[in-house]
């Protein structure tokens, strides 16, 4: 049930971390909060983003990877 706790929590977490872009007709570009991007590729490629170091990724799989390797604590 200890593991249980620990997924939910993450869950949680990567919720927030995610920053989807959208692509704005007018500048041509996909937006997100943070950046903007010439390509729907590079979009993607940075959709997902470490809270703890910035460091941003295409999928929830490398971000939680990333964090296993680390952030484990
Ligand atoms: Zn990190």
Known sequence: ????????VTKLKYK???N?????????????KEAT??????ARANQWKCEKC??????LKELRGHKIEYHSY
């Open 54 to 59: 910035q460091k941003l990724f295409s999928t």
């Open 20 to 32: 989807p872009s959208v692509y704005n007709f007018r500048t041509k570009k996909y937006e997100s």
């Open 16 to 18: 927030v971390n995610f």
């Open 1 to 8: 049930m200890i593991t249980r706790y620990v997924i939910d």
């Open 37 to 42: 991007y010439p390509s729907y590729e590079q």
